[in-house]
């Protein structure tokens, strides 16, 4: 069965406006509600005096109507008694500036007063909903870190000395670790180390690059703590949480670890012409994250979203093709934020399932029609989608990668996981999102952006996934620094020196703007000069020196860029690494734009065709989607 619904806010509306919903919901095929995220205020509406009757109503409601419940812990906005009462549950700005409540996501994560609200009201959900028969699942919060990162109050500075202190041992270890020789940074006692506030110019990059994966590390816990109370009272019930896209905000391998169901929140701006190309990213991004297991889509827009400053509704069949998407790349449930329109509050512009127009509307007509869709579509779930190309993703590199002081301020890894994503997106190459210490066996092509933190680890994995006939793709500034961002010194790239056959003597970044003719056309962003050693140069820049090389390694090739192509040579030059290595198009002879995707179950096989383009292709109408199930 394919999960169908959305997030469900009961208490905006009265009473006589439940008993509707639940009519709705059910003719609209709606099986799940994503329920009480933004609750807490409503059901502790003084600290300890709770109210959970007009909830009890509402859960019964939704059972006697066969719609199940991914229970939210309420915790993402605290009420503002917590606030008001604890002062120091609210975060902290890097500036030193507490945020106030009055929005939501205000809370720090290691603040003991918000620890103890947040447990104590989640003690009580499971104790009383831990066995309820509409219960399907739990929903830990909301977007961790999505609005507030990260908090630099003392609080916080004394939690991230604990973790400095597990990371590095002892202040020698910390010092050595942050090289606090440079600019006479030396810490003498444990005390005097800091979130890295609002400082007088380039702040010390190991430092904020610990507090990054400390800050994640610090929500984690938080989620963590949560978890285990509702492990505690309902051991058989998957928990999950919905990530934000895909941000740098949180660690997501470190968060999908503790997660039994990955999930995420997806809003391509219906304005933008490559929207549906940055979903499939995300897509690619969550199945990866525990191993091509279905995931659930527990978030996106019917239609327009409220906080884009320019918000373009969806087009008639977008939604229909976003959820189809979603479902080709891995996802075994569709859910929208928000069943209902919301009347007032920050978000009533936001579109709806069901929009303020009420349910005789063509919004919700197509939610009705793809209701039944999917209802259809059953035996998709559980499926895994077929992939033999892999590109490398990871947290602390990206951290890394945009940290100030660097010979580019341009290099941004969303954007450079782009520029590798896309091309291979227009071959119709699936691809699955992975780790630089994955074992990369299976894959046919393996493509690294920017991987400019590497650890020892991970560079002895893609020579052993090359030397054992893998082909690769590393593009420039990879392989500069270990895990501490200090120097792997002997030549760029030190560590993938060997494998890549060659030295890069000098980088030689491109003024915003500029461009560099090479033989592949003109190039922006990046130029370098590379010393040959055993590599072969595939395309070269005017002067004559390698742009891209290729170099045999034991069974397999790793390629390299040293500059950016344009969009169209950079799909060409993938096109032409894909066919070395044996990478394949999950439909071959597909016209750019209809992407396809298979999933693969026990005898069968599902081939989802989406044509995102205004022509229509063979079985595929425009802007439409088709799904071929075959039982060989
Ligand atoms: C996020 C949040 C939701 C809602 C939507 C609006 O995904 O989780 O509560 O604010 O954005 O797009
Ligand atoms: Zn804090």
Same mark, same amino acid.
């Given at each position: ?71 939210? $812990?309420?915790?993402?906005?605290? @009420? ?105 940074? /030396? ?11 609002? $400082? ?31 492990? /505690? ?7 999950? $949480? ?50 091509? %297991? ?20 969806? %087009? ?38 069901? @929009? ?29 989608? %077929? ?15 945009? %940290? ?31 780790? @630089? ?65 060659? $030295? ?74 894909? /066919? ?53």
């Amino acid at each position: 069965m394919i999960r169908y619904g959305g997030d469900y806010n009961p208490e905006q509306w009265p009473r006589a406006v439940w008993a509707e919903d639940a009519k709705l919901m059910r003719e609209a095929g709606v099986n799940l509600v994503t329920l009480g995220i933004f609750a807490w205020a409503q059901v502790e509406p003084a600290p300890g005096e709770y109210d959970f009757g007009w909830f009890d109503d509402v859960m019964n409601l939704l059972h006697d109507h066969d719609v199940d419940v991914c229970l939210a $812990t309420m915790t993402a906005s605290p @009420p503002p008694w917590l606030g008001h009462r604890h002062p120091d549950s609210l975060p902290v700005a890097a500036d030193g500036q507490r945020l106030s409540y009055g929005s939501r996501c205000h809370l720090c994560p290691s603040s003991p007063a918000y620890r103890e609200a947040s447990l104590g009201l989640v003690t009580r959900l499971a104790e009383r909903y831990g066995a309820h028969p509409a219960l399907h699942s739990w929903h830990i919060g909301n977007e961790w870190g999505c609005q507030v990162p990260a908090c630099y109050c003392d609080l916080c500075a004394a939690a991230f000395r604990r973790w400095l202190s597990d990371r590095h041992g002892d202040l020698d270890g910390l010092n050595e670790a942050w090289t606090t020789t440079f600019w006479s940074q /030396r810490y003498s006692s444990w005390e005097e180390i800091l979130p890295p506030r609002r $400082t007088t110019g380039i702040p010390n990059p190991a430092h904020t690059l610990d507090f990054a994966e400390f800050s994640s590390d610090a929500l984690l816990a938080c989620y963590r703590a949560e978890t285990e109370v509702v492990r /505690r009272a309902a051991p058989e019930i998957p928990v999950t $949480t919905n990530l934000c896209n895909v941000m740098p905000n949180t660690d997501l391998p470190a968060w999908a670890a503790e997660m039994d169901v990955v999930s995420g929140d997806c809003y391509p701006n219906p304005g933008s012409p490559d929207g549906h190309l940055e979903s499939a990213l995300y897509f690619d991004v969550w199945r990866g994250l525990k191993d091509g %297991q279905p995931w659930w889509l527990l978030e996106q827009a019917p239609s327009a979203v409220n906080w884009m400053g320019t918000n373009p509704a969806k %087009q008639p069949g977008r939604m229909r093709r976003d959820s189809l998407q979603a479902v080709a790349r891995g996802a075994d449930t569709v859910m929208f934020f928000q069943w209902r329109a919301s009347r007032g509050g920050a978000e009533k512009f936001h579109s709806g399932m069901v @929009p303020h127009a009420g349910p005789d509307h063509p919004l919700h007509r197509s939610i009705r029609e793809l209701g039944r869709e999917l209802a259809e579509l059953g035996d998709v779930a559980g499926t895994r989608v %077929q992939a033999d190309t892999a590109i490398v993703l990871d947290w602390r590199n990206w951290w890394a990668l945009e %940290q100030e002081s660097h010979p580019s301020d341009q290099i941004r890894m969303m954007g450079r996981l782009r520029d590798h994503y896309d091309p291979l997106w227009k071959l119709g190459i699936t691809t699955d999102v992975v780790r @630089p210490t994955t074992d990369l066996s299976k894959y046919r092509l393996v493509v690294v952006p920017n991987l400019y933190l590497i650890s020892g680890e991970a560079a002895r994995n893609l020579a052993s996934y090359v030397d054992s006939g893998g082909h690769l793709v590393v593009s420039f500034f990879s392989g500069i620094v270990d895990e501490r961002d200090q120097i792997w010194m002997g030549g760029y790239p030190a560590p993938l020196r060997d494998l890549l056959g060659l $030295t890069v003597l000098e980088f030689d970044p491109l003024l915003p703007g500029a461009s560099t003719a090479t033989s592949l056309g003109e190039a922006t962003l990046w130029s370098e000069h590379i010393q040959l050693e055993g590599a072969t140069a595939m395309e070269t820049f005017a002067n004559g020196e390698p742009a891209v090389t290729r170099h045999a390694f034991g069974k397999g090739a790793a390629w390299y860029l040293a500059t950016r192509p344009a969009p169209d040579a950079m799909t060409g030059l993938m096109g032409r690494i894909a /066919r070395e290595a044996g990478a394949t198009p999950a439909v071959p002879g597909l016209p750019e734009g209809v992407e396809a995707v298979v999933r693969v179950g026990d005898d069968v096989r599902h081939v989802f065709l989406i044509n995102h383009t205004d022509q229509a292709f063979d079985e595929v109408p425009a802007r439409g989607v088709t799904v071929r199930t075959e039982r060989p």
